[in-house]
């Protein structure tokens, strides 16, 4: 009995002394791979994973679990995550209604979280935090720059639309404060809405120029659909939200002339871009999205913020975070005082590719070093 | 607010129903002959809508893949009805409810496991394009006036199929005292089977159709499904008749309602209100439509079971 007793405190010894490699870094990733609008989760991963292995390090693990677009899941997976596997970094939420149930309960116990895709206001102003950076966008950026783009192209007379719903009062809301003048009308359509026969008339019954609509997900396709077959003529604008790689193939030729703000594009061309492309097309056999380059610009901060200081120093991991020293796939970028991004935001064209295909191009800046309006309610 | 949008509006009223009809019409048959609830209705249209797409890719035929998608839907119904709801006609419905959950959460995550999860591509073909001008300069999508045609052909042939054959009768007299037929030597069970197949196909032939106005993506026909039931409630569980007028009805007031309640409102309240309080009210019209009906006529309007 002794003995036995013995024997297993010694394996006990020996178990914690093999696994306790004090030096290495545990990052959890609660993201959406399954459910509807899943390839955004998929794409973030997919990048993230991409710029770990291009580093070739191997002290850093990676535990990936699915919230399946549930903010109750998405909350508990965090807990999880910091409690039992005790993550030095969670990251990885698409939503922004997920990111607003997890984000402030993970900064306040001291875990660092970085986001590769939502930043609802709340967290860029009054609720931000030093533990929380932001390494993708400000919601309002995108939109806030097609507004910039379009007046500076000379249209006059823009209709607007959104799903009513948080985002999409906020998404119609930036585009006004950076168009800066009078829109004919605002259209709210529902929330997963797949039929905008209503919303077509209407916008053909107005005397506008141009149409600018944050439609996310299949809403933008079924929409785009059934623009081509009404016979309306009118420039159509949107964020890349409505036309990533992915969701142009599924919508076909409709989405052929449409511009779109996005602040990466598979054709800019700086080093570290080519270099995701490449090696995204050669792992994974298909075109990345702009949320693959956000998860590949997470991992590559998270990895150029490792070479100075471990995350159980946390002053010094914030610091090296807060530096941003590392090569963005978007060309430059920095931390504003919120610790969220200012950076150019471009704008793209679908076009037809060579294989027939509608493919974004990139035509041009719509506005430099954006920074969002927030930041002055973030006390830190 | 032209007399042009307003006939534009209703016809994409009269359009939004006849699909409706397509999914309400299997759904209030099998809730009417067989007594069961079944919420996998919705994975139909999205199985239609799936094979439609595959087949529309491989072959280059809409209508070639419009065959498939009404066919790979009824036989995927016919397989669901052998092997799982044969289990739950002398269940609760409670049971049910739990069991063709069950059977979307199955159908959704299959398909996101063949077809990955990003939207499938299917557009109309060609030579349903573009659109005709009707009197009074309304231009109108041409597909969406043959999804109102194919509305009435089917409402027509399910009209003779229930009142004139003898697989109608057969389903009529389920309706209506469902022990009494096998009792008179019907063979129920294949007679289920046919009629879950019957509104399957239906389903994915809706699915189908639509789908190449919409997305074909996961998860696409729950919203459809909720609208359905809806309609159901409205027309009478169990009323094709019902169905009919019901998805017609849903159809219509839900069009118009996102369209005029935002300028309604906008008369007398600031435009940006007008709008966020018009598209939240309308949001809600079909269901106060339900309840306001259902408070004259607790059975709805055509009541199967009287």
């Given at each position: 009995m002794k003995m036995i007793s013995r024997f297993g405190l010694g394996l006990?010894?020996?178990?914690?002394?093999?696994?306790?490699?004090?030096?290495?870094?545990?990052?959890?990733?609660?993201?959406?791979?399954?459910?509807?609008?899943?390839?955004?989760?998929?794409?973030?991963?997919?990048?993230?994973?991409?710029?770990?292995?291009?580093?070739?390090?191997?002290?850093?693990?990676?535990?990936?679990?699915?919230?399946?677009?549930r903010p109750d899941?998405?909350?508990?997976?965090?807990?999880?995550?910091?409690?039992?596997?005790?993550?030095?970094?969670?990251?990885?939420?698409?939503?922004?209604?997920?990111?607003?149930?997890?984000?402030?309960?993970?900064?306040?116990?001291?875990?660092?979280?970085?986001?590769?895709?939502?930043?609802?206001?709340d967290l860029a102003g009054r609720m931000c935090h030093e533990n929380y950076f932001n390494v993708a966008y400000q919601n309002d950026n995108l939109h806030g720059a097609m507004g910039a783009y379009m007046r500076e192209e000379g249209y006059e007379r823009p209709i607007i639309m959104a799903p009513n719903y948080p985002a999409g009062t906020d998404a119609?809301?930036?585009?006004?404060?950076?168009?800066?003048?009078?829109?004919?009308?605002?259209?709210?359509?529902?929330?997963?809405?797949?039929?905008?026969?209503?919303?077509?008339?209407?916008?053909?019954?107005?005397?506008?120029?141009?149409?600018?609509?944050?439609?996310?997900g299949g809403m933008g396709i079924s929409f785009m659909k059934q623009w081509e077959s009404s016979g309306v003529d009118m420039p159509i604008f949107g964020a890349a939200f409505s036309f990533d790689e992915i969701l142009i193939k599924a919508v076909g030729s409709a989405a052929i002339g449409a511009r779109n703000t996005s602040l990466w594009a598979y054709d800019l061309e700086n080093e570290a871009n080519d270099r995701f492309v490449e090696g995204f097309q050669a792992a994974y056999d298909r075109m990345p999205t702009l949320y693959a380059a956000q998860g590949y610009d997470t991992a590559n901060l998270i990895l150029s913020a490792l070479e100075?200081?471990?995350?159980?120093?946390?002053?010094?991991?914030?610091?090296?975070?807060?530096?941003?020293?590392?090569?963005?796939?978007?060309?430059?970028?920095?931390?504003?005082?919120?610790?969220?991004?200012?950076?150019?935001?471009?704008?793209?064209?679908?076009?037809?590719g060579d294989d027939g295909e509608p493919t974004n191009r990139l035509i041009g800046v719509a506005i430099e070093d954006i920074q969002d309006v927030y930041y002055e309610q973030c006390q830190m | 607010m032209s007399?042009?949008?307003?006939?534009?509006?209703?016809?994409?009223?009269?359009?939004?129903?006849?699909?409706?009809?397509?999914?309400?019409?299997?759904?209030?048959?099998?809730?009417?002959?067989?007594?069961?609830?079944?919420?996998?209705?919705?994975?139909?249209?999205?199985?239609?809508?799936?094979?439609?797409?595959?087949?529309?890719?491989?072959?280059?035929?809409?209508?070639?893949?419009?065959?498939?998608?009404?066919?790979?839907?009824?036989?995927?119904?016919?397989?669901?009805?052998?092997?799982?709801?044969?289990?739950?006609?002398?269940?609760?419905?409670?049971?049910?409810?739990?069991?063709t959950f069950a059977l979307i959460l199955i159908f959704s995550e299959g398909t996101r496991w063949i077809f990955g999860s990003s939207p499938m591509r299917l557009s109309p073909p060609s030579w349903l394009t573009g659109f005709v001008t009707l009197p009074g300069d309304t231009r109108y999508p041409i597909y969406r006036l043959m999804l109102i045609g194919v509305g009435i052909v089917i409402s027509i042939a399910l009209y003779f199929l229930i009142s004139?054959?003898?697989?109608?009768?057969?389903?009529?007299?389920?309706?209506?005292?469902?022990?009494?037929?096998?009792?008179?030597?019907?063979?129920?069970?294949?007679?289920?089977?046919?009629v879950f197949a019957l509104g399957a196909g239906l389903a994915g032939l809706a699915g189908a159709l639509v789908g190449a106005l919409q997305s074909v993506q996961v998860g696409m026909g729950e919203p459809v499904l909720i609208l359905a039931f809806v309609v159901i409630v409205i027309g009478g569980i169990g009323s094709i008749k019902g169905a009919l007028l019901g998805a017609l009805l849903v159809g219509v007031v839900d069009t118009l309602g996102r369209v005029y309640l935002p300028i309604f409102f906008r008369a007398f309240m600031p435009p940006s209100e007008a709008t966020g309080v018009g598209a939240a009210l309308a949001a809600m019209l079909i269901y106060i439509l339900m309840a306001v009906i259902l408070a004259f006529k607790p059975k709805g309007l055509f009541s199967a079971h009287d």
């Open positions: 006990l010894l020996s178990s914690s002394l093999v696994t306790a490699h004090a030096d290495d870094v545990k990052i959890g990733m609660i993201t959406t791979l399954s459910g509807g609008g899943s390839h955004l989760g998929v794409d973030v991963r997919d990048g993230f994973m991409l710029a770990l292995e291009q580093s070739g390090r191997d002290d850093v693990e990676v535990l990936i679990q699915d919230d399946a677009n899941l998405a909350r508990s997976l965090a807990n999880e995550f910091m409690q039992r596997d005790e993550v030095d970094i969670l990251t990885g939420i698409i939503w922004s209604n997920l990111a607003m149930a997890v984000v402030p309960t993970v900064t306040r116990q001291g875990t660092f979280y970085l986001s590769p895709n939502a930043g609802p206001s119609l809301a930036g585009f006004k404060h950076l168009y800066e003048g009078e829109v004919v009308g605002e259209l709210y359509t529902q929330m997963g809405q797949t039929d905008y026969a209503a919303e077509i008339a209407q916008i053909r019954d107005s005397d506008a120029d141009s149409l600018f609509f944050f439609l996310p100075t200081a471990h995350p159980d120093d946390k002053d010094a991991f914030r610091e090296a975070l807060r530096a941003a020293d590392f090569d963005s796939v978007r060309g430059e970028f920095r931390f504003g005082p919120n610790q969220h991004p200012i950076q150019d935001i471009y704008v793209r064209e679908v076009v037809e | 007399v042009t949008l307003l006939i534009e509006q209703l016809l994409n009223g009269v359009q939004l129903g006849t699909m409706l009809f397509l999914m309400a019409s299997g759904l209030t048959l099998v809730f009417g002959v067989m007594g069961l609830i079944n919420l996998a209705h919705g994975s139909f249209y999205m199985v239609g809508a799936y094979a439609t797409a595959a087949v529309t890719a491989s072959t280059g035929s809409f209508l070639i893949g419009l065959g498939a998608g009404m066919a790979a839907a009824a036989m995927v119904g016919a397989l669901v009805e052998l092997l799982v709801i044969r289990r739950l006609y002398h269940r609760p419905h409670l049971d049910q409810v739990l069991a004139k054959t003898r697989l109608g009768m057969r389903i009529r007299a389920g309706e209506s005292d469902r022990e009494m037929i096998g009792a008179l030597g019907v063979n129920i069970s294949k007679l289920y089977t046919v």
